[in-house]
């Protein structure tokens, strides 16, 4: 990978974290990037319905 690809692909996820973030609006909630190129939502005292529709707004 080119430095360059590899800045652009970082500032892209940093973005996407960014909207995830807003996306699920809770200060509680958490975005973490891991991995490569995946994230992971951690929703703490969400209960599976709460879930569901914070999923479907994303």
Avoid: K, N
């Avoid at 996407?16 to 973030?21: C, D, E, N, T, Y």
Wanted: aromatic residues 6%; charged residues 20%.
């Amino acid at each position: 990978m080119t430095t360059v690809w590899v800045i652009r692909r970082d500032r892209c996820l940093q973005h996407i974290a960014h909207l995830l973030s807003q996306a699920v609006g809770r200060p509680m909630d958490l975005v973490a990037r891991y991995g490569d190129e995946e994230f992971a939502i951690v929703l703490p005292e969400t209960d599976l319905a709460l879930a569901l529709r914070i999923a479907q707004g994303l």
